[in-house]
């Protein structure tokens, strides 16, 4: 039992699926069980929210282990334990997904098809991301990973687009593939190390080149879900045809799996193989960030540019992770929180103009600084945040990944910083074109400000955008001790006989 | 020498069971299927308390031994013989099938599976195939006016009467080479002379063919799609799960016992069919329209994976087998369950588009069925992955890692087909109409999906009694 007392982690990532055994048994007219189904799912996620900020407060940051650690045991036989604890890197992560969470629950207030069974998937979406977050086996983070698609999939399926259908099978069968080329690497480490406790996983040597073949399936698993190019085609239409909220959930919750999965496994487990392959992962992020960007650029249709730049961040957080420098993986971490809140910002601000039917084709749009100023504030915010204006979450992650690139190489940092000058480019001419150019189209005339909930929803997002970029080291004390723990085992066990003394080691093992 | 009375006490309840009940439908007036299913169903039950209670041992010169092995075994098959009786309860009224031969038939057949698994003799072994296989022709033709019907009893009974010639000849070879038909003395024999002579290993090739058969993998699975279509759906269900347990139960004690010492000439062949079956299982199914075709392909491939636990051919290895033996029949007798339910103005429907629009209409019918399918698919949380977590990890520990790669590949094709019905159930429009189904079937399919779903909650129980019957074989 942890310092607690009580299994704060199974609480946290079990408690939605009380939420969804609520939802499931109500009953009554349709009406009802809609208002009880929103609202109760409301209710849950809030209080999951209100838990992960009493985890953030319990934290002790000066220990660079795994923390509130708890372990049954599971599949005998197998001797795999039920593990779950949380670090540093986690942390945010966790409270990342329980703060999007309600937001999506709220923006999905208009969806008004089979209300009980939506808010039931997006319930089991919320386990499944925290859950993983929590995990310290592998075969239980494997569970959490993978289990994601099957709410996922009906989400897109049922609520989306046009295309949905033609979206969800591919959503499905890239990240299926990804995931079982993942299964075999976690079987072949489980066979070299015989277990699957992550703890004992990040200590347990693997042979060079052996880590090259894992690599790859990491990097088909971890890859497809941060939408690293050239594995980043489902992305598109997913983003694009999944109902807002799954577009929300994707973006912000789903893509930092893929992220996470290179932290805590990948680069730390084999070291060897990512320092061969950082070139490599250079590349992919730098033309994600480059191709990508202008891409993005030659969009017409506001949802799918949003989409787009979101591909771009992950590949500057690649590069972050991939300097094994501090600020590189800090920066790739504060990356990861910025650009959860930054583009569920910009995909509500597009869903406010869905929700007063309005297109999201960018040529028709216009004008609506004057009409609706409190809106454009906020999107001027994301937006802004989005391009990395200093004073703004964005700012402060990609100016330590520029760092730390280039303390591995200049290029990599030059073109990493290209990439910035592009985003600026396109955000700005998603700004113009919304807000600014003047349209004389009377049926944008009639559109009113922010309602009251939209308010609500944007409002705290903004809060935290603001909060990131101007006083970050609320979030980076957390976080260091791991990661520089991190950085030092990585450069320890390329060269053993080097002085580098791996010190914080053995609080890792704790 | 165990004494005989208590250790054989599951064979001699359901041999004297079927035979009252033989008599009692004869004598009796009136119909009795209702009557003879439900005391068939107890019957299930009360050797299945008999399976647990009676004391491990040898009987009869050491024709038949009973173990946690085959207790394991035993369990499995009665559970899913039972599950085919409950589903047949409703479905045979309403076909107008409802004799009651049909459940004598169903304890007639479990009690040679039950022969067949607890076999420590060549000949046992050929005596309950034979009365095992015999009974499940009859159950396959048992719509004896459907055409359908027929034509798969007999395709099932000549495909089945030469994998049985070839049993036998297999086993006249080992015979005639090794000298003897004992399973202990066979082993002893097999160790002393430091491997065997050609005759004894094209002996166990044919063995191992004629067994291939009846647990239909690939390249000898040709009669699957058909009987499994052709054939009364609770037949389907049964031929689904008990037969397939009890047939690859068998093959795992002979593979293991008598012919252990030969592993390094048969490890090969079991790879083979492993493959063979994964891969037809997955591309078969694809561009099936037909539930039951689908399912058959579907159990071609489950075949493979279960085969890849017997291919690495360790103690871990055989559990992992014995676990995805469990798993898989629970998944499938609530897939079936599911089938059954397909009815629409009392006439069954069988095609993958009739479920369109299913999720509106029935939410919870379609949950079930999308939850099992997608435990097929080997997604986790649900059972099925875990089942596929144990082969994987046996194959991988005994080096068998183009097995594994084989399997993963396969897994997210075979995923394609199984997502196509969910696909049709939840995403695509229609108004299914199908009738309410009768309690039976709801109860089956209740439970085949509770126990996919829960099963990643509690997974001890089942996991160390698979261990404790792979220790019971090869310990």
Sequence with gaps: MNSLGFPILSLITFLPLVGVVFIATLRGDDEAVARNARWGALWVSLVVLALAVYLWVVFDPAQPGFQFVEAQPWLSGLGVQYRMGVDGISLFLILLSAFITPIAIVSSWSINKRVREFMVAFLLLDTMTIGMFCAMDFVVFYVFFEAVLLPMYLIIGIWGGERRIYAAVKFFLFTLTGSLLMLLALVWMWRNAGTTDIVTLLHTPIPPQAQTWLFLAFLASFGVKAAVWPLHTWLPDAYGEAPLPGTIMLAAVLSKMGSYGFLRFTVPMLPHASAVAAPLMFTLGVVAVIYVSLVALAQTDMKRMIAYSSVAHMGLIVVGIFTFTVQGIEGALLQMLSHGFVITGLFICAGVLLARGETMTLSKLGGLAVRMPVYATLLMLFALASMGMPGTSGFVGEILVIVGAMKVNFWVSLLSATGMVLGAAYMLVLLRAVLFDKTTRPALDGLKDLSAVEFAMLVPLAMMVLWLGIYPSSFTHIFEAPVSAMVQAHFASLNPSSAVQPVSLAMVTK | ?475
């Design chain 2, 1 to 475: 020498m165990s004494p005989l009375f208590p250790t054989l006490l599951p064979e001699l309840a359901l041999g004297l069971g079927g035979m009252a009940l033989l008599m009692f439908g004869v004598l009796a007036k009136g119909n009795q299927f209702i009557t003879c299913s439900l005391a068939s169903v107890a019957l299930f039950a009360v050797t299945g308390v008999f399976v647990l209670l009676a004391p491990a041992g040898v009987v009869f010169d050491g024709l038949l031994t009973t173990t946690d092995f085959t207790r394991y075994a035993d369990v499995l098959v009665l559970l899913g013989a039972a599950a085919a009786l409950i589903l047949s309860l409703d479905y045979n009224q309403r076909e107008d099938i409802a004799r009651f031969e049909f459940p004598v038939l169903v304890v007639m057949a479990v009690l040679g599976m039950i022969v067949m698994i607890s076999a420590s003799d060549m000949m046992t072994l050929y005596l309950g195939f034979e009365l095992q296989s015999l009974a499940l022709y009859i159950c396959a033709a048992f719509a004896r006016d459907s055409l359908r019907s027929t034509e798969a009893g007999l395709k099932y009974f000549v495909l089945g009467a030469l994998a049985s010639g070839l049993l036998i000849y297999g086993i006249s070879l080992v015979y005639g080479f090794a000298g003897t038909t004992n399973f202990a003395a066979l082993a002893k024999e097999l160790n002393a002379s430091q491997g065997a002579g050609y005759g004894t290993v094209i002996g166990v090739v044919f063995v191992l063919v004629g067994i291939a058969f009846k647990i239909s993998a690939a390249p000898f699975h040709m009669w699957t799609p058909d009987v499994y279509e052709g054939a009364p759906t609770p037949v389907t269900s049964l031929f689904g799960t008990a037969p397939k347990v009890a047939a690859m139960a068998l093959l795992i004690s002979v593979m293991m016992g008598p012919f252990g010492h030969l592993l390094n000439q048969w490890q090969v062949l079991i790879e083979i069919l492993s493959i063979v079956s994964m891969a037809i299982g997955a591309l078969g199914a694809i561009s099936q329209t037909n539930i039951k075709r689908l399912m058959a392909y579907s159990s071609i491939g489950h075949m493979g994976y279960a085969l890849i636990g017997l291919a690495a051919g360790t103690e871990a290895g055989v559990q992992a087998t014995l676990v995805y033996l469990a798993i898989y029949i629970v998944m499938s007798f609530g897939v079936f369950a599911c089938i059954i339910a397909m009815r629409r103005k009392e006439q069954a429907v069988e095609t993958i588009a009739d479920l369109a629009g299913l999720s509106t209409q029935k939410p919870g019918y379609a949950l079930a069925l999308a939850v099992l399918l997608w435990s097929m698919a080997g997604i986790p949380p649900l059972s099925g992955f875990f089942s596929k977590l144990y082969v994987f990890s046996a194959a991988i520990n005994a080096g068998l890692d183009t097995l594994a790669v084989v399997g993963v590949l396969t897994s997210v094709m075979a995923a394609y087909y199984y997502l196509r019905v969910i696909k049709v159930m939840y995403f695509d429009s229609g108004s299914p109409d199908f009738d309410r189904a009768a309690g039976g079937v709801r109860l089956v399919m209740l439970a085949g999906a509770l126990a996919t779903v829960f099963f990643v909650f509690i997974p001890g129980p089942l996991v160390s009694a698979a261990a404790a019957a792979a220790h019971a074989l090869m310990g």
